[in-house]
C-alpha cells in the first residue's frame, strides 16, 4: 500500500539492508524465541500499534517501538541494527504501507508471527476532501456492510495519490482501532499459547474502552453547530466519516506538503460558507501554514493530533489524547 506522494528520500530504508542488515536478519531467523526474561518480545512499527501490544500483553510482552516519541513515523529509517533486531522478535505488529522502511524490513526478517493491522479491518480512499455524509454516525451500530463495499463506491471519485488500499490512519476510529485490537490479540494468543486466556480477556477489556470513547464522540459532537473543520493534515478522514463531520485538509496525507494558491483560496471559501472559526494542526508539525491561513481568515487555531506519536508516554496515552482531541472538535464545532 502507498500512502501518497511523500517525497522518495524519506522513505529509503539506505543502510538498514545493507549487507551487514541483511546478514543481521538472517542470522536473527534462525534464533527467534522468548527473551531472556522469559517474556514476549514483541516488535511494534510506531505508537499506536505499540499501545494495542502492550495493553493487551500487559507483564507477558516486552514491546519494542521501532519509531521512538516524537518522531514523525513516516519517516522512519531502519538501522542494521533495529532490522536485525526485527528478525528476533516473536510477534511483529505493524500496519502496512504507513512505513515503507517497515514493511521491507518485515517481509526480510523470517518472523513467524506477524500482525498487519490492515488486515483487521477496511481501509478506505480519503484526501483533502471527505465529507461525512447522511448516516455515516451510525456507522458504529450498523457494522461494516457499508463501510466496506459501499465505502469504497463513495470515495471512488477522491483519488490524492494513494493507491486502492487506501488511508491507512485506522486507529482515529476507535470502532475500527477496536478491530485491529482484536487481530492483535489473535496474534498474540498464537504467539504465545500458554496465556491465551490472559490476552483474551485484556483484548475484551481494551475493546470495551473503546467502545465507551466511540459514544463518549457520538454524544459529545450530538449537538455541533457546524460539522466542518480544516486541518492541515488529512489525517481524520475515519474520525471525521464516524461522526457525520466534513474534513477539509490543507494538504493531503502527507503533513509535509505545501498546498498550492488554488487550494487555500478553496478553504477560504469553505471557511466562510460553512462558518469555520478554528484551523487544527497538529503537534508534532510545524503550525506555519494553519497560522497563515487563519491570519487571513481571522480564525484560531488549535491542536487535533493524529497519534502517530506521542512525545511523553507516561503523560499521555492513546485514550487521553483521543479525549483531548474530541475537546478541541467539541469547541471548533460549537458542540457545547
Known amino acids: 500500500m502507498n500512502i501518497g506522494p511523500r517525497p522518495r528520500r524519506l522513505i529509503r530504508t539506505g543502510a538498514a539492508l545493507s549487507a551487514l542488515g541483511l546478514a543481521s536478519l538472517s542470522l536473527a531467523a534462525c534464533?527467534?524465541?522468548s527473551g531472556d526474561n522469559g517474556k514476549v518480545k514483541v516488535a511494534a512499527s510506531f505508537y499506536p500499534m505499540?499501545?494495542?501490544?502492550?495493553?493487551?500483553?500487559?507483564?507477558?510482552?516486552?514491546v519494542q517501538n521501532l519509531t521512538k516519541p516524537g518522531t514523525e513515523p513516516h519517516d522512519l529509517e531502519l538501522s542494521p541494527k533495529q532490522t536485525g533486531e526485527l528478525s528476533e522478535a516473536d510477534l511483529i505488529v505493524y500496519l502496512k504501507g504507513l512505513q515503507p522502511a517497515v514493511?521491507?524490513?518485515?517481509?526480510?526478517?523470517?518472523?513467524?508471527?506477524?500482525?498487519?493491522a490492515t488486515s483487521f479491518t477496511t481501509l478506505e480512499k480519503h484526501g483533502t476532501d471527505v465529507h461525512g455524509e447522511e448516516g455515516h454516525d451510525e456507522h458504529g451500530e450498523k457494522g461494516h456492510e457499508e463501510h466496506g463495499e459501499k465505502g469504497h463506491e463513495e470515495h471512488e471519485g477522491h483519488d490524492h495519490g494513494e493507491d486502492a488500499a487506501g488511508d491507512p490512519h485506522v486507529w482515529l476510529d476507535p470502532v475500527r482501532y477496536s478491530e485491529v485490537a482484536e487481530g492483535v490479540g489473535k496474534k498474540l494468543q498464537k504467539a504465545d499459547p500458554d496465556h491465551k486466556d490472559e490476552y483474551k480477556k485484556?483484548?475484551?477489556?481494551?475493546?470495551?474502552?473503546l467502545k465507551d470513547l466511540d459514544k463518549d464522540f457520538k454524544d459529545g459532537l450530538k449537538k455541533k453547530k457546524?460539522?466542518?473543520f480544516i486541518t492541515t493534515h488529512a489525517a481524520f478522514g475515519y474520525l471525521a466519516e464516524r461522526y457525520g463531520l466534513h474534513e477539509e485538509a490543507v494538504s493531503?496525507?502527507?503533513?509535509?506538503?505545501?498546498?498550492?494558491?488554488?487550494?487555500?483560496?478553496?478553504?477560504?471559501?469553505?471557511?466562510?460558507?460553512?462558518?469555520?472559526?478554528?484551523?487544527?494542526?497538529?503537534?508534532t508539525a510545524s503550525d506555519k501554514t494553519a497560522?497563515?491561513?487563519?491570519?487571513?481568515?481571522?480564525?484560531?487555531?488549535?491542536?487535533?493530533?493524529?497519534?502517530?506519536?506521542?512525545?511523553?508516554?507516561?503523560?499521555?496515552?492513546y485514550f487521553s489524547v483521543m479525549h483531548q482531541n474530541l475537546t478541541a472538535?467539541?469547541?471548533a464545532l460549537d458542540a457545547q
Do not use: C, W
Open 31 to 33: 534464533g527467534s524465541g
Open 50 to 62: 505499540a499501545y494495542l501490544a502492550q495493553q493487551i500483553g500487559g507483564d507477558h510482552v516486552e
Open 103 to 116: 514493511d521491507e524490513a518485515v517481509d526480510q526478517s523470517g518472523v513467524k508471527n506477524i500482525a498487519d
Open 202 to 209: 485484556n483484548t475484551e477489556k481494551l475493546v470495551s474502552r
Open 226 to 228: 457546524t460539522d466542518t
Open 252 to 283: 493531503g496525507i502527507d503533513p509535509e506538503s505545501e498546498p498550492s494558491a488554488a487550494r487555500m483560496k478553496e478553504l477560504h471559501k469553505v471557511a466562510k460558507k460553512d462558518d469555520v472559526d478554528t484551523v487544527f494542526f497538529e503537534n
Open 291 to 317: 497560522k497563515t491561513l487563519a491570519g487571513d481568515l481571522r480564525l484560531k487555531t488549535s491542536v487535533l493530533s493524529p497519534i502517530e506519536t506521542i512525545k511523553d508516554p507516561k503523560k499521555d496515552d
Open 329 to 331: 472538535l467539541k469547541t
